[in-house]
T-cell receptor, first 115, second 116 residues
């Protein structure tokens, strides 16, 4: 069965510092995709970054990078130079190719950025 | 990127009533997805809305409770029927897009539903 695990219910980081949010996944399929989303208090889900299982390079999008370690089945999100506006819930999700577009979500990590 | 709108953005409803949520996308998409996020919880897929065929429901969700329409490639509705307080959630529609199908997956702004 496919599963996403986020073991950090809450994290604190000082403004301008980097922070890593952990995500591990479980699947027996070879073809899958990993996503990170940000959910501020408004409730919208903001797409941050995507990593395909066959991508050899770690994905990067501005201040966001995904530390993809396939053998360890981990897909940690790294946010560099944290800003106050980064305070939000962060969700890791997985899509398995043979299940259409269905996303399986982790339980989320609440990030608080301190001034 | 796809631009997705949802109506209503929020509503307060009485138990026993029904609410229909609309999802509009600015481009044609094959699949649209409906998710539910209960308070303090993660997102769970309700169903996949396919144009021209019946929606595909996930385990624990049934058509009588969550009927879905998909009249064309840019629009879908989700109805929450015979509501109870347990249906209080954020409901979000989602579509996939990208160079390789589903490389990115976007969500609408969500509909916050409170059932009294």
């Amino acid at each position: 069965a496919q599963k996403i695990t986020q073991t950090q219910p809450g994290m604190f980081v000082q403004e301008k510092e980097a922070v890593t949010l952990d995500c591990t996944y479980d699947t027996s399929d070879q073809s899958y995709g990993l996503f990170w989303y940000k959910q501020p208090s408004s409730g919208e889900m903001i797409f941050l970054i995507y990593q395909g299982s066959y991508d050899e390079q770690n994905a990067t999008e501005g201040r966001y990078s995904l530390n993809f370690q396939k053998a360890r089945k981990s897909a940690n999100l790294v946010i560099s130079a944290s800003q106050l506006g980064d305070s939000a819930m962060y969700f890791c999700a997985m899509r398995v190719s043979n299940q259409g577009g269905k996303l399986i979500f982790g339980q989320g990590t609440e990030l608080s950025v301190k001034p | 990127s796809a631009v997705i709108s949802q109506k209503p953005s929020r509503d307060i409803c009485q138990r026993g009533t029904s609410l229909t949520i609309q999802c509009q996308v600015d481009s044609q998409v094959t699949m649209m997805f409906w998710y539910r996020q209960q308070p303090g919880q993660s997102l769970t897929l309700i169903a996949t809305a396919n144009q021209g065929s019946e929606a595909t429901y996930e385990s624990g969700f049934v058509i009588d409770k969550f009927p879905i329409s998909r009249p064309n490639l840019t629009f879908s509705t989700l109805t929450v029927s015979n509501m109870s307080p347990e249906d209080s959630s954020i409901y979000l529609c989602s579509v996939g897009s990208g160079r390789v199908t589903g490389e990115t997956q976007y969500f609408g702004p969500g509909t916050r539903l409170l059932v009294l």
